[in-house]
């Protein structure tokens, strides 16, 4: 890892768990931090091995019977690569001091434990910069640590009413929801953004740095300028389905198969005319009713049923590929299986193979880097953890405990590998 | 906080100006290369009927995209409109751009001619598809990149087209990842004193959402499909219609479906087959039918109340409107005041955290279009007359 990373050398404490805090600190992780899962009885709740009156079972990797299912859990295993972990009692008073310990010979905290529980525990940011006087601490939480509504629980579904919800779906009709919950991996990249300016700004002036982020407020910037014009021109912005206020056409096609779609979008007149050759319609582009973008706009609906009957007899893919030759812009609706299978994904090495957690010779498919950094890669050092698999690393090697001294704190239940050592009466 | 940063911002439209809006906001100069006479194209997107041209900055969208920003006129594809910028680049940390690939090769413009320069310049490159691959040369529109990344086939309802979000998501992400990324390679450059090169790619940073998506597939061999307002991983777990709007609502844990039964009073909702989550996955419409009524009893925010007040989850799906209006949001000061060069004040989100208590974004308008030429070319040397010859001849 020497020489090769751009988080080379900084150490970041995850607390808590789920998707969001997890993501920023796995993304920091592929950066090349040093980051270690800080995980309670129980463990991050995704793991399935928290109170079962709480949680549902998460769905396991079904393929690995000889990992106990709390180290198996199916999107456990693929948020949290290249993290260690360590199993501590924040409950017991030697928790804590061992954590402040940690705190001390490490650079970032991040956390979205439940609001209030860390300052109930004597583990607030004064504290922990008392420890570490150049501590970066990023907080994670539906609504911020200030205001009327900083101790409401959030998840995904409950901040999407915050954002785009109310301009997603169609006219007259309610507002949909997203497919894929968007908030936790936004705010977990906002998260890292932001630890990434503290960790740039604290190079510049010394300074400790307390992040209170909000995935409310998260959400709400994808929709800035949606507010910037309601109070520079008073518009509210209705729900639109797929079409655009400009031009058609615009939005997706039925294509040949099951649920096989093509998405279209026409710009200007040469596409146009490129999106009518391909066709092969001649009556098509001189239809008087479609000869302008304006035109076109008004007689969208007849517009778009005529390129329907053409769709619909096309393999998405095909008709994608003929478009863009001509510079069309066009795209086929993947789903998850066809993009694990998309060539222009392979040609990026978007996805790779991974080890399962002390199973190093049993590979399963996962994310290849996000981005390409040309000197200092995205990498993949390890896979997820399995709980409390790091004890030794993270307390002898990194803090400095002798291996008896450890051994004690197993014995004594402050520290675990084993997530149901003292899970009860955990909230 | 990134005071300091001198970022060369040749993006337009909306993940790359996004991008460098955040490295703005918090602090970075951010000069903005723009066509001369035309400037970013979303200068004209949304722009109301209202709007004087001499005093305007552009639509909502360029308005939102572009605070704290310099704006200057360049020409790049004339040989003195590269010689300027060249003069620029020994003056920057950071350069991020988002043409279609091989445009800045084109202009002499590549990373290895400008790390010659400057050897430690971060450079970014945002696209919709990569510098590389079968798609690089491919055109991209939000909804075409919503759709190649796997995000849109499952969002909307299973007997309809699959649906776009409505705002542009796919770009938003692309910034906030771009952002990421080019403050890890600062960072690395603090102590190495070497920049690198960045290829930031729309499509890949989309796909990388589907996280849940992924492991479902990988792990059980599954591939999911549209189901509405509905979800996979509960039930009620969507958007419900109210007396005055909607609402989400979230049963968020085990103990919350008993706190539902007791709450609504609904008798029918305590059948055993609903006890488990793929129990009301499987029964969903059926319970969904018996909660309608009781939710059309309550307004947005009531029902938000007593639902939370019950131990569940649940928000007002909030128009603009309500969100400048939301107490919250007040109290945390989120919405800051921005002069328009018009004479009014436009509202607007200022950044998704806070810092040491206090709101790290400054609240800068956007510029207009060449509006600190004379400063930055007067920076290099150039006089005014300078400047009038250069416009007349094409280069600014």
């Known amino acids: 890892m020497a020489g090769e990373s751009a988080l080379e050398g900084i150490r970041v404490l995850e607390l808590g768990g789920r998707w969001a805090t997890p993501h920023c600190s796995a993304l920091l992780g592929e950066m090349g931090a040093d980051v270690i899962k800080v995980e309670e009885p129980g463990g991050d709740s995704s793991r399935g091995a928290g109170r079962p009156s709480r949680w549902e079972a998460p769905f396991l990797a079904a393929a690995i019977k000889n990992l106990p299912p709390y180290n198996r859990a199916g999107s456990f295993l693929m948020i949290n690569r290249n993290k260690l972990s360590t199993g501590i009692d924040f409950r017991k008073p030697e928790g804590r001091e061992l954590f402040l310990r940690l705190v001390k010979v490490s650079d970032v905290v991040v956390e979205n434990m439940r609001p209030g529980r860390l300052d109930k525990m004597g583990l607030d940011y004064e504290t922990l910069k008392a420890t570490n006087p150049k501590l970066i601490m990023c907080s994670m939480g539906g609504y911020g640590k200030t205001g009327p509504d900083r101790f409401r629980r959030a998840v995904g579904i409950t901040i999407e009413p915050y954002s785009f919800a109310s301009v997603t779906g169609y006219p007259g009709e309610g507002p949909m929801r997203s497919g894929v919950d968007h908030v936790d991996p936004l705010s977990g990249v906002y998260a890292a953004g932001a630890i990434l300016s503290a960790l740039i700004f604290r190079h510049r002036t010394g300074e400790s740095v307390y992040i209170d982020l909000s995935f409310a407020e998260c959400a709400i910037c ?41 998405a279209i979008a026409v710009r200007n007149d040469r596409e146009w005319q490129q999106l009518c050759q391909v066709i092969g319609d001649e009556t098509l582009a001189k239809d008087e009713k479609f000869c302008d973008a304006a035109s076109r706009w008004q007689n969208r609906e007849e517009l778009d049923r005529r390129i329907e009957e053409w769709s619909q007899k096309m393999d998405g893919y095909d008709a994608m590929k003929l478009l863009q030759e001509v510079g069309v812009p066009a795209g086929a609706v993947l789903s998850i299986d066809k993009l694990v299978g998309n060539p222009h994904l392979k040609a990026r090495e978007f996805f790779t193979e991974i080890p399962y957690p002390t199973l190093p010779t049993t590979y399963h498919r996962t994310f290849g880097p996000r981005f390409k950094l040309s000197e200092t890669p995205l990498k993949l050092y390890r896979p997820a953890p399995c709980y409390g698999e790091h004890n030794k690393e993270v307390w002898v090697d990194r803090v400095g405990l002798g291996e008896a001294e450890l051994e004690r704190f197993i014995q004594n239940k402050v520290i675990f590998n084993d997530p149901f050592v003292e899970r009860k009466d955990l909230f | 906080m990134l005071k300091d940063i001198k970022v060369i911002d040749l993006t337009q439209g909306i993940a790359g100006p996004y991008c460098t809006k955040l490295l703005a906001d918090l602090g970075a100069e951010v000069i903005k290369i723009e066509k001369p006479y035309r400037g970013d194209i979303t200068r004209r997107l949304g ?15 360029f308005f939102y995209l572009n605070t704290n920003k310099k704006s200057i006129t360049l020409n790049l594809k004339t040989g003195s409109g590269q010689k300027l910028f060249k003069q620029l680049v020994s003056g920057a940390d950071v350069i991020i751009e988002s043409f279609r690939p091989q445009t800045m090769s084109s202009f002499g413009l590549s990373y290895d001619a400008l790390s010659a320069i400057k050897p430690s310049v971060v450079m970014t490159s945002v696209s919709s598809f990569g510098q590389s691959g079968l798609y690089r040369d491919y055109e991209a529109t939000e909804i075409i990149l919503y759709a190649l990344s796997g995000l849109m086939n499952i969002t909307g309802e299973p007997d309809r087209e699959p649906l776009k979000l409505g705002t542009y998501m796919a770009q938003y992400v692309a910034g906030q990842n771009a952002f990421a990324a080019t403050l890890a390679a600062f960072y690395r450059k603090l102590t190495t004193d070497k920049g690198q090169y960045i290829d930031v790619s729309i499509m890949e940073c989309c796909s990388r959402l589907l996280e849940f998506q992924l492991s479902q597939y990988v792990f059980q061999n599954y591939i999911p499909h549209r189901i509405g307002y509905a979800n996979e991983k509960g039930h009620p777990h969507g958007m419900f219609p109210c007396k005055d709007g909607w609402v989400a609502l979230h049963v968020r844990t085990k103990a919350g479906w008993p706190a539902v039964i007791k709450l609504t009073g609904i008798k029918e909702l305590d059948k055993p087959e609903y006890a488990s989550d793929q129990g009301r996955i499987k029964h969903r419409d059926e319970i969904t039918a018996y909660l309608l009524p009781w939710l059309a009893e309550f307004k947005g925010d009531d029902l938000v109340k007593v639902w939370e007040e019950a131990g569940l989850s649940a928000s007002k799906v909030h128009t603009v409107k309500d969100l400048l209006g939301s107490p919250q949001l007040q109290a945390r000061n989120f919405f800051i005041d921005i002069e328009h060069p018009n004479g009014s004040k436009v509202k607007s989100p200022s950044g998704p955290f806070k810092v040491n208590n206090a709101i790290p974004w400054r609240n800068g308008r956007a510029p207009l279009l060449g509006e600190h030429n004379k400063a930055v070319f007067g920076k290099l040397g150039y006089s005014e007359e300078d400047l009038t010859r250069l416009k007349g001849q094409g280069v600014i």
């Open chain 1, 222 to 262: 994808t929709v800035g300028q949606y507010v910037v014009d309601y109070t520079l021109n008073q518009r509210l912005p209705a729900r639109s389905g797929n079409k655009s206020p400009l031009t058609a056409p615009h939005g997706c096609y039925r294509c040949k198969g099951d649920d096989s779609w093509l």
């Open chain 2, 47 to 61: 722009v109301s009927a209202q709007d004087m041209p001499e005093v305007t900055t552009g639509g909502s969208l």
